[in-house]
């Protein structure tokens, strides 16, 4: 019987060891893996608030945090998704004085080290106030809400710190199940929900206008119509059917129509769009982003007649179908739709190409200027010293039409007389289609058309009040004029009894 009792007492004590032993090892992959994730540079909130306060105390002893937050990079790790990120910034102020002071952090450094002055105080947050890393409520954010990582912009899972109505609050940001920019906040003290918001669409859509209606009506609601171009019998759009705030290539399409936009069919492209546009003869020409193909219909792709390396960032193509096209500080020009181009290099950074009837080369650079090609350089061309600064410019029908905010200036190709048109309000925009310009003013406020079909603009009306809407492109078919319009964005509170469905 004493026998029995002590190996009882010997398998007791083994038992406990063991558990001990099990605490300690998990102790240590603890350690390891936080001890791995330092190296790697990856912190999380927490930790990148102890490496600040550390310095922030030797700057000024009584400094006091008032904000952090996570920034986005391209440096790979997990980019959030165990609530750690390479780069955060953190601020701090001393209370009762105007000193303030920047820090930011990159892979376990202090990078950056700033000392400013602020207005006015901001609340404060006590180290001992944040019971909860990042760490955890990102965890809680997937596994409660299906808060997925955001991209093509604020990659990954972000994080912010700071203080709401006397409370410290972490938010952990994301996007939800339809990709939608999405942030959820905590209390950070007990980890409490304290609100769940996300940024949801309005507005979008392809608008019709009938001549002498003030009213339009609205087809492709909510979508983003990134282009639309009218040949002489049929319509074609293109675009993101769920568009999110930050990416418009997230549902691509490509439509095309014969009925003023009663009926839509899908051209099968497989291939998000950038440009379309008719020739003379009605033929269907589209960019992706590095190819030009021609002829596209309903059975054929077309065939592909031009195929860069690098992501075409502008094309202009004139009436009779001469195509320019800008990619990576080259110009591609072609005066034979397409069956030989020629290459040209651009001196310096540019907004974008136009060409003319004839084949002549002209460019809007970034710094404002426009310059043509002649021969085998590229030359200014001089704009009258009351004009002010160019703020777009287009080819039509031989003649250089130019925007600034004194009106439109228009002189021939060939030329160098400059003539003034005044308009209502200036000129933001112009865009080009056919024989029509049509220029749309700041912030997209109104539409106007201008008419060059007399070679001169003898008419400029407005036609459109463009309110509360996002224009991004226009075009007249049978004789309707229609607006392409991208939705606006705005944060509104999550149904949560149907966020993770």
């Known amino acids: 019987m004493v026998f029995l009792l002590n190996i009882k007492k010997v398998v007791i ?3 406990s060891l063991l558990i001990v032993l099990t605490w300690i090892s998990n102790d240590i992959r603890e350690v390891k893996a936080s001890s791995i994730g330092l190296e790697k540079g990856e912190l999380s909130l927490k930790q990148a ?3 600040g306060i550390n310095r922030a105390k030797k700057w000024n002893d009584k400094a ?15 980019r959030g998704e165990t609530g750690k990120r390479y780069k955060w910034f953190l601020n701090f102020i001393v209370p009762g004085t105007d000193d303030y002071l920047l820090l930011g952090i990159s892979k376990g450094k202090i990078t950056v080290f700033e000392q400013l002055k602020q207005l006015g105080q901001e609340q404060t947050i006590a180290y001992s106030d944040i019971k909860f890393d990042s760490s955890d409520l990102v965890r809680i954010a997937k596994d409660k809400y299906g808060l997925n990582p955001g991209k093509d912009w604020a990659t990954g899972y972000h994080f912010t710190l700071r203080k709401i109505e006397n409370t410290p609050t972490i938010s952990v940001l994301g996007t939800d199940k339809d990709k939608l920019f999405t942030r959820i906040t905590f209390d950070a003290k007990n980890s409490k929900i304290t609100g769940v918001i996300y940024k949801v669409p309005y507005g979008g859509g392809l608008l019709s206008l009938q001549p002498g209606s003030n009213s339009s009506k609205i087809v492709k609601k909510s ?5 639309i171009t009218a040949g002489k019998e049929y319509l074609v759009t293109w675009g993101d059917r769920k568009p999110t705030q930050f990416s418009t290539t997230n549902h691509p399409f490509l439509e095309v129509c014969s009925n003023n936009g009663k009926r839509w ?17 009605d033929e269907l020409y589209v960019s992706t982003a590095s190819e030009i ?4 219909t309903h059975k054929s792709n077309g065939t592909k007649i031009l195929t860069l390396k690098k992501e075409i960032q502008n094309i202009d193509y004139s009436f009779n179908n001469n195509i320019a096209v800008l990619s990576d500080g080259m110009v591609y020009s072609t005066i034979n739709q397409g069956d030989s181009w020629e290459k040209r290099p651009v001196p310096e950074s540019i907004h974008s190409v136009q060409i003319s009837d004839k084949g002549e080369l002209f460019v809007f650079t970034q710094s404002r200027k426009i310059l043509g090609k002649d021969s085998d350089k590229w030359e200014e061309i001089s704009l009258p010293s009351i004009a002010g600064v160019p703020w777009d410019m287009k080819i039509l029908k031989d003649k250089i039409v130019i925007s600034t905010e004194s009106g439109l200036w228009i002189r021939d190709v060939s030329g160098d007389i400059w003539e003034k048109r005044q308009v209502d309000e200036p000129i933001a925009r112009l865009i080009k289609k056919g024989h029509y310009l049509f220029g749309i003013t700041e912030r997209g406020a109104a539409i106007y058309k201008l008419d060059l079909g007399n070679e001169t603009i003898d008419k400029i009306e407005k036609v459109y009040e463009a309110k509360d809407i996002i224009v991004w492109d226009i075009d007249v078919f049978q004789n309707n004029l229609l607006i392409a319009t991208i939705p606006d964005y705005s944060w509104e509170e999550m149904d949560t ?5």
Do not use: H, P, R
């Open 13 to 15: 004590k083994l038992i």
């Open 49 to 51: 608030i102890n490496l």
């Open 64 to 78: 006091s945090l008032i904000n952090v937050n996570s920034v986005d990079e391209m440096m790979g790790g997990s």
């Open 223 to 227: 979508m983003a119509i990134m282009g």
């Open 265 to 281: 069919s899908e051209l099968d492209f497989n291939k998000y769009v950038k440009y379309a546009w008719f020739n003379a003869n």
């Open 293 to 296: 193909w021609s002829n596209v």
């Open 497 to 501: 009894n149907t966020s993770k469905k």
